[in-house]
């Protein structure tokens, strides 16, 4: 999706999924007698007749229905349940649990669910609470009995830590792959602007010459240890709770191992009660995001600072900015600012998960419904900034001349005439003092350093000679820094060149 388009997508509705399907219509071949079996199903679980009801007397109250469902936003997970639920039955089966004629019933009924929610023929119930309910009651109105033995041998419990891991295996990779487009666009930036001369700042104030090249490789590094979080998160969430059931296990002859290997999992939880009640995972993925949007916000605080007219290093292509209704000459960054203000929601979303968990008894709580908005918007926020980054930061366009200029203002060559007096022989504090005191007179006179004559050098020391203006300019300040972390060209190459390697090898999901 464009940066552009995803944006618009996030601003107006985080939520964009729970509202992605339309209005009832029938799920089978028959549409009245389907329809009427449905609305059936509907009825009996909210009734207190259905999934859970047998041990209830009088039906659930509408408010409590609304306020306890949790269906129009793990929805999402549709594909993710509808997955679980074939390699379950598929354990059955292999099992002796289920016979072969109930499991391919089921297999062919998952087959018609998944279709008509694809097509926007699904009709999504709050009375049946959940996605995992709503298809099982949709299975159900299909095939009839064979349906109902689906849940054999597994709780609701295991089944939404399943389809939670499944899900955010899924959005570890989608995030990844928005994260090494970002950082190969890096690389490319870097490459073409290995060479130009920029200031380089602490406390904002200019310290010394670097390349805009070596600065965009400061980014990369940055996000490429989010890429290594990532993948940390994902390979470690990637544990199979499926046959925990409600917190015990079950008393049915299942394999585990069946369902593991099935779904793609590197293993398994190997405690139920763990199994089914920690979201340490969902935590992680939060913490890695809100990390990731920690960097990009920097990113986009520089770019926001380095596009107004006081700075006027970059801009900007038009599709990223907006205008003012009021100021005819404006062009803001707006996508920079967004990045930076979506920065907090993660940082929310990272303290809810946390507060969620922290008082919870073992085993699972009706606590843990809450995990999922602040962790889907967490993947739709950080999936949306970098979209949008990778798009608009290889699009930057570099004014040259105007980071050459302020490259040469503040004495950002200081440091080189004190590091040239300790070759000559110098200590180290002698030498910066010296430099202060040619620093001053220059502040005094409005000369930079490269501006004053070999005789005003020399009236502060003795040591100075004429070849000192090699090590006063832009170039002779950056190509010194040669070694392996510096600024000097041919060693940001050599870092684009090992960053490419290093880029190849850190996404490496089991």
């Not at 009088?58 to 793990?74: G, I, K, L, M, R």
């Not at 200029?405 to 060559?413: D, I, P, Q, R, V």
């Amino acid at each position: 999706m464009h940066a552009s388009a995803l944006f618009n997508q996030l601003v107006y509705d985080q939520y964009h999924s729970t509202h992605a399907y339309s209005s009832f219509m029938s799920q089978s071949k028959n549409p009245e007698s389907q329809a009427a079996e449905n609305s059936s199903s509907a009825e009996s679980a909210a009734s207190g007749e259905g999934m859970w009801g047998g041990r209830f007397s009088e039906s659930t109250d509408e408010f409590v229905q609304e306020f306890t469902a949790s269906v129009n936003f793990d929805k999402r997970m549709y594909r993710q349940d509808i997955r679980g639920s074939r390699a379950h039955a598929t354990m059955l089966h292999r099992t002796g649990v289920l016979s072969k004629d109930d499991h391919d019933a089921i297999q062919g009924g998952l087959d018609a669910v998944i279709a008509d929610i694809e097509a926007g023929r699904f009709n999504w119930s709050v009375a049946l609470e959940d996605v995992h309910m709503n298809i099982e009651a949709a299975l159900t109105a299909r095939i009839g009995d064979a349906g109902k033995k689906l849940h054999t041998g597994r709780s609701r419990n295991d089944q939404v830590a399943t389809d939670i891991r499944l899900y955010m295996r899924d959005a570890c990779d989608e995030c990844a792959d928005q994260l090494i487009r970002l950082l190969n666009g890096l690389l490319v930036l870097a490459s073409r602007e290995k060479a130009s001369i920029m200031p380089g700042f602490t406390h904002l104030q200019t310290a010394q010459p670097v390349t805009f090249g070596h600065h965009v490789m400061a980014w990369f590094e940055m996000l490429l240890r989010d890429l290594e979080r990532l993948s940390d998160t994902r390979n470690r969430l990637n544990r199979s709770p499926l046959g925990a059931a409600a917190l015990a296990g079950t008393s049915y002859p299942i394999d585990r191992q069946i369902t593991q290997e099935l779904l793609g999992f590197n293993t398994l939880c190997e405690n139920s009660l763990d199994a089914v009640s920690d979201r340490d995972f969902a935590i992680e993925f939060c913490s890695a995001s809100a990390i990731s949007l920690m960097h990009l916000s920097r990113i986009a605080e520089e770019l926001v600072l380095w596009m107004s007219a006081q700075f006027k290093f970059i801009d900007l292509p038009d599709r990223f900015c907006t205008g003012s209704s009021i100021m005819p000459q404006k062009k803001n960054p707006d996508v920079p600012e967004l990045v930076r203000g979506k920065t907090g929601r993660v940082y929310g979303n990272l303290m809810s998960l946390l507060t969620l968990m922290k008082s919870q008894p073992l085993a699972y709580n009706k606590d843990n419904q809450e995990d999922k908005e602040p962790l889907f918007d967490s993947v739709d926020t950080l999936l949306g900034c970098l979209c949008a980054f990778a798009d608009m930061l290889p699009a930057i366009e570099v004014h040259h001349e105007a980071m050459r200029s302020a490259a040469k203002a503040g004495f950002s060559t200081a440091t080189d005439l004190a590091d040239y007096l300790v070759r000559q022989g110098l200590a180290f504090r002698d030498a910066h003092e010296i430099v202060g005191e040619a620093v001053a007179f220059g502040l005094q006179h409005k000369l930079d350093l490269s501006e004053m004559t070999l005789e005003q050098l020399q009236g502060f020391s003795t040591h100075i000679s004429d070849d000192v203006f090699k090590v006063l300019t832009l170039e002779g300040s950056v190509n010194a820094r040669s070694h392996v972390g510096g600024t000097a060209p041919e060693a940001v190459e050599a870092a684009i060149k090992r960053a490419a390697t290093r880029l190849n090898n850190t996404y490496k999901p089991n």
